[in-house]
């Protein structure tokens, strides 16, 4: 049968399983909209209005549901743009699929209209980047960009499509289907070694990461912590893949890691480190473990040998996929009950601070959160000093989900907030946003509307950006430069997208304000007055200014 490349395409990613998509249109993969006019109910298009936007929301559905995100693009200033996506979706491990429109390959190398050497761009950014020079591979080059995508560590591959590709006739055969590749398993002798070093420890920990975990390889991996008793640390903003419930859990290796997380790495004697990349934030800027040999012992399990003794030299590499490790785990058994009971009384205690002040106390707000959001909810956020109330005030059971970059991007909340929606519109989706970071993506609230995926959102207006205040005040005391923001009126433009909202100007108003935001069918935004005093749980920004100054006074 013969049809152009675009058609091929769409007929390709069908096969594999890809049911969303989401992009930005261009002339340059023109084909590849014609094709998806037919494939509604099959292969959605969601119409996004930024590419940024877009790569966030593929880059977020991704790492929700296990299965790549695809996202469509223009060329040049359209791929620009989504670069943000693929980065995050890279260092948060997500499998996505971004394919860029490209000029026709009578024009490469000339610097035409929009053109971008692909490769070169995305070559350090991305798992994989390729472009296809012969319609007739096309299928094989996506096949291959799917299973990269998924394997080993997942992540981001970026496809350029150019223009002739997509409409040159042919009648090459469509996948059938995608491989099905089995998880790397771990060696019985190199299992034997691990639950003989857990076991003559005193001090023991468990450090759980990545974005690719099953829900039966969650469940067995706890419990094994149980029945053996190891504290269990989730790294940087990964706590959703264990059940904070449990009482092996005791917290999160992550940007403003609490003293007691910490101290539990600093001070254990061995780390068995699943599914984990070593990055600054679980490491606190690699202090907490010396590069490049760790004095705790290291057990690294990860489904990518490239991981393994990247940072770290281990005392046991292990490569295996984490629900093929997990499962591969019988208990062990030591003297370490107070190291775990001690760390797990500290978590505890770190859901209690003093109340906040300002107009809405967040402490308050998150109390009430955590008691009264389903227990399958998810919650989202961007970036900023605000994101420690959904990372670090939340229980997460386990169904329940986090999407927070761990690329620390600005704007990531609201497109992850929509894709959830998208891919479980019968969830609740609670977007965290600061008023900054709202306003990087805040008209994808027309790509929620347009797409009937429309989450909460619940935007904490303190009038700053926040976290560079805070540093600002820290290294340069009272000296205010381009932190300040002019807000625009935040319920307007949600009410013009379709959106209920409403400001919440006193803590006892929030609890009424959410259950209208619940019962509201087209979603809502809360504009929450938040105080710029309230720059962290436990110390204000006027603490901050004093003590730097106190501090810069001494130092004279």
Avoid at 151 to 159: A, D, H, L, S
Avoid at 387 to 406: D, E, M
Avoid at 410 to 417: E, H, I, K, Q, S
Avoid at 436 to 464: H, K, R, S, Y
Wanted: aromatic share 8%; glycine share 10%; with cysteine.
């Amino acid at each position: 049968m013969m049809r152009n490349g675009g058609q091929l395409l769409v007929e390709c990613l069908m096969a594999l399983g890809a049911s969303k998509s989401f992009g930005v249109p261009g002339e340059s993969y023109l084909a590849v909209l014609d094709a998806l006019h037919d494939t509604a109910g099959r292969l959605d298009y969601v119409l996004c209005r930024n590419e940024g936007g877009a790569a966030f929301m593929a880059s977020a559905y991704g790492k929700l549901t296990g299965s790549p995100g695809i996202c469509f693009v223009t060329r040049g200033p359209g791929v620009a743009n989504a670069s943000i996506g693929v980065h995050t979706a890279m260092q948060d491990s997500s499998p996505m699929l971004l394919f860029v429109g490209q000029v026709g390959t009578d024009m490469r190398g000339r610097e035409a209209f929009q053109e971008v050497d692909y490769r070169a761009v995305f070559g350090t950014m991305a798992k994989w980047a390729v472009e296809i020079d012969d319609v007739e591979r096309l299928p094989e080059i996506v096949a291959r960009a799917w299973t990269t995508a998924l394997t080993g560590r997942p992540g981001p591959v970026v496809i350029a499509l150019p223009e002739d590709m997509l409409t040159t006739l042919t009648d090459v055969a469509a996948l059938s289907g995608p491989a099905r590749v089995f998880e790397a398993a771990a060696d019985a002798d190199a299992l034997a070694e691990a639950r003989s070093m857990l076991a003559a420890s005193r001090r023991p920990i468990i450090l759980i990461g990545g974005a690719n975990w099953s829900a039966q390889g969650r469940a067995v991996l706890q419990a094994f912590a149980e029945s053996s008793d190891i504290p269990v640390v989730a790294a940087f903003r990964f706590q959703d893949q264990f059940d904070n419930g449990s009482p092996v859990f005791v917290g999160e290796a992550g940007v403003g890691m609490v003293p007691h997380v910490k101290k539990l790495i600093r001070d254990a004697d061995v780390i068995l480190a699943i599914n984990v990349r070593f990055g600054e934030m679980t490491t606190d800027g690699y202090t907490l473990l010396s590069v490049p040999e760790p004095k705790q012992k290291l057990i690294h399990v990860h489904g990518s040998d490239r991981e393994i003794g990247k940072i770290y030299v281990p005392s046991l590499g292990i490569h295996a996929g984490p629900n093929a490790f997990a499962k591969a785990l019988s208990p062990v058994k030591g003297d370490w009950a107070e190291w775990r009971s001690q760390a797990r009384q500290s978590y505890e205690g770190t859901f209690t601070a003093p109340a906040q002040p300002g107009p809405v106390d967040m402490v308050e707000v998150s109390r009430w959160l955590r008691e009264t959001l389903p227990d399958d909810v998810i919650l989202t956020n961007g970036a900023g000093n605000f994101t420690v109330w959904p990372n670090k005030f939340f229980k997460f059971g386990p169904k329940a989900r986090l999407l927070a970059p761990q690329s620390g991007a600005m704007g990531y909340g609201l497109p992850a907030a929509i894709a959830a929606k998208v891919a479980c519109p019968g969830r609740t989706v609670v977007c965290f946003a600061g008023d900054g970071d709202f306003q990087m993506n805040c008209q994808e609230l027309g790509t929620a509307m347009q797409a009937g995926a429309q989450p909460i959102v619940l935007i904490l207006n303190n009038g700053i950006y926040g976290t560079i205040r805070a540093h600002q005040e820290r290294h340069y005391p009272a000296r205010v430069s381009g932190t300040t923001i002019e807000n625009p009126d935040f319920v307007g433009i949600a009410r013009a997208y379709g959106f209920h909202a409403e400001r919440v100007g006193a803590t006892v108003d929030f609890a009424g304000a959410f259950g209208r935001a619940l019962a509201s069918t087209t979603g809502a935004v809360l504009e929450l007055d938040i105080s710029p005093e309230a720059l962290t749980p436990r110390q204000t920004l006027s603490q901050m200014r004093e003590a730097a100054l106190a501090s810069q006074k001494a130092n004279v």
